[in-house]
């Protein structure tokens, strides 16, 4: 099992950047594809990005395409969102998220996929 704490979520003008955390305690972590998922207030959650185990493939919505890059870093147990350009629109809960991958693949687009989630962090992008 591995569990989840997000951080560096905050109040952020259009256009400008945040750089989100995740640290994952256990020590399996790199035998996890890891993600990020949003929640916008009255929407359902949102696929953002996503990192397979060994980091060497991604994926990413494509409304966040060309704007946010997903890394980790497995000797730190971490993951990492980097926003730019952020708008309007990207305020919302971002949750970081996870599940077992036996191999390295690609990795999951589907929230349902993740097991193991993060309690959140808001981000808020004023206009």
């Known amino acids: 099992q591995v569990q989840l704490v997000e951080s560096g979520g905050g109040l952020v003008q259009a256009g400008g950047s945040l750089r989100l955390s995740c640290a994952a305690s256990?020590?399996?972590?790199?035998?996890?594809?890891m993600g990020w998922v949003r929640q916008a207030p009255g929407k359902e959650r949102e696929f953002v990005a996503a990192?397979?185990?060994?980091?060497?493939?991604?994926d990413y919505a494509r409304s966040v395409k060309d704007r946010f890059s997903i890394s980790r870093d497995n000797a730190k147990n971490s993951v990492y969102l980097q926003m730019s350009s952020l708008k309007p629109e990207d305020t919302a809960v971002y949750y970081c998220?996870?599940?077992?991958?036996?191999?390295?693949?690609?990795?999951?687009?589907?929230?349902?996929?993740?097991?193991?989630w993060g309690q959140g962090t808001q981000v808020t992008v004023s206009s």
């Open positions: 256990g020590r399996t972590f790199s035998t996890y594809d």
């Open positions: 998220a996870g599940y077992w991958a036996p191999t390295t693949g690609v990795p999951a687009t589907a929230a349902r996929r993740y097991n193991y």
């Open positions: 990192i397979s185990r060994s980091g060497g493939n991604t």
